[in-house]
């Protein structure tokens, strides 16, 4: 039998073909990351301290006493179940698409219902449209992240 070298060549060229889908795709994991991160940390964050810390935002949403602190408190833990598919997005926006997508689809809903209640109020109620409009920025915002994020992963 006659002894082969190795074919160094061909598994080079396997390795760097490799190498180099491996760099495309967490590049843009890591940049989808990087976008959605914000708009994740946002939402907890808000959830969190509205449960924490209630009566700091009780006036702001014209509320007061107990029922006050309950309904902002609810407020939190609605912001933190609504984080669970922002939080799976993140963990990695290749394989949970859906999520992703459902992400989006949740702040466009929030986006635009808290846009409707804005234009509802009256301007006897300034403090509340002050508030409505901070969320409404955010949202704004969130979506355009995560629309991003979502244009960055969807062909990955």
Known sequence: T???PPSYGR???KIALRTERMKGFFSKTWLSRGLLLPVTAW???AALVFITWPEQFVAGFMLEGTPGRVAVQGVGVLFLMWSVPYLAALWHPGQHVLALQLAIGMQAIGL?????ILATLTPEYAILAASIRRFIVFDAAGLLLLVAAWLVIRNS
């Open 112 to 116: 635009l219902g808290e846009s409707y």
């Open 2 to 4: 006659t002894l082969q």
């Open 43 to 45: 939402n907890v964050q």
């Open 11 to 13: 598994k080079i060229a």
